[in-house]
Structure formats: C-alpha cells, structure tokens
C-alpha cells in the first residue's frame, strides 16, 4: 500500500505543471466535451504507468524506438498545429448554448490515443521515470519487490488519472462564471498556446533530422 500511495503521489504532482497534455485537456473541458478531454488524460495516463513500470522494473531499453519516437513527434506537431490554428482563426461555439458532453460520445479511442501519443513524442517523460526510479530505490522509499513496483507503477497512472479528473472539474466549475466572450478569449488564448508549442515541436523535429 505505501508504493502505491506513493506512487499515486508522485504521479499526481508530476501532472500538475502545465503542458500541451494539460492544454488539450483544459480546451476539450472549455468546449464541454469533458469526456474527450478525460480521454486524452487517460492515453497519458497509461503512458506515465508503462514508461513509470520500464524504468521501474530496469526495462526502459526496451521502450525506446526511434522509428516509432519519430512517427509520434510528427503526429503530435501535427495534431497541435491543427488544433491551434483552428481554435485560434476559425469560429467557435457558444460554451454556454451547447449541452454538456454534447459530442463526447463520438471519438473516445481516438482521443485517448492522441493522449498516447503526445506522451510518447515526448522522450525526457522516459528520462525522468528512470530518475524517479533510481530515487525512490536508492532512499528505500519502496521495496525492490515484483508487487511493490508494480504497485508503484499502478499508483502513478491513478494518480495522473486524478490529477485530470481534478483539472476538469476546476474548469467546469469556474467557466460558467465568464460570459462567452470571455471564454472565447481564453480559448482561443489556448489555441495561441498549442500553435507555439507546434512550432517549437516542429523546430526541434526538424533540428534532430537535420543532426
């Protein structure tokens, strides 16, 4: 039980930081496709729990394929291009006029994929697990037993699960309070976001080609 609270800990405050998993989640959640965005949450959160158990279990050579690395950097640079330039330039619905949960019950794999693959074009996620690894072995924080990593492991998916369970409810909570210009604005703010973090995905893709 203590690698798994732990773990669910860890995973929790590793999430909080914003980053284009919690931006996409954030938007889906302006939208009221809350269960889209939980989607995408849950894709990332499956990642964090298998790259969390490969360097957990000492395996993380095993995840690593630059093929497949490079087919999720373009995908991802792809999908937070389109988001952005159409969440930035082109019309967007009345947050207040559309029924809640409206489309969510459309596209649930595909979104839970895409939170699959913005985990995986990411490869320090990787580097940081293995250092979390070796923290929580070499200070005895969990035993080096089959049960206690995977415990661990498992701890962490829940408690990045949470962590976006909890970040769409604050939004749910709070954006009703704004007339729709107003989230209007914040959107499309995110949208500006995603469309800076696809250009600099993109430059970093394209520097490591040209390397």
């Known amino acids: 039980m203590i690698a798994l609270l732990v773990g669910f800990i860890i995973g929790y405050l590793t999430t909080v930081p914003i980053g284009p998993i919690n931006l996409a989640v954030m938007m889906k959640a302006l939208q009221n496709k ?3 965005g939980m989607m995408i ?6 990642m964090d729990v298998v790259y969390c158990a ?17 087919i999720f950097r373009v995908a ?5 291009f389109g988001y952005g330039v159409k969440t930035t330039f082109f019309k967007l619905h009345d947050p207040h006029l559309k029924p809640k949960e409206a489309d969510d019950s459309q596209g649930f794999k595909r979104f839970f994929l895409l939170g699959m693959a913005m985990y995986f074009s990411n490869p320090s996620f990787l580097a940081y697990w293995i250092t979390i690894a070796g923290i929580v072995h070499s200070y005895r924080i969990i035993d080096r037993t089959t049960i206690d990593n995977a ?6 998916g829940v408690g990045v699960t ?3 369970f909890t970040l769409i409810e604050l939004v749910e909570r709070h954006k009703m309070r704004f007339e729709p210009a107003t989230i ?8 500006l976001l995603m469309l800076i973090i696809s250009f600099v995905l993109g430059y970093n893709l394209v520097t490591d080609l040209l390397h």
């Open 151 to 156: 415990m661990f492991a498992l701890g962490t």
């Open 184 to 191: 209007h604005k914040i959107t499309r703010f995110f949208g």
């Open 162 to 164: 949470t962590w976006f």
């Open 34 to 36: 809350t269960g889209q």
């Open 76 to 80: 991802t640079f792809s999908v937070f």
């Open 54 to 70: 490969g360097a957990i279990f000492g395996i993380s050579s095993l995840l690593t394929y630059p093929s497949l690395e490079f």
């Open 41 to 46: 949450g849950t894709g990332s959160a499956v």
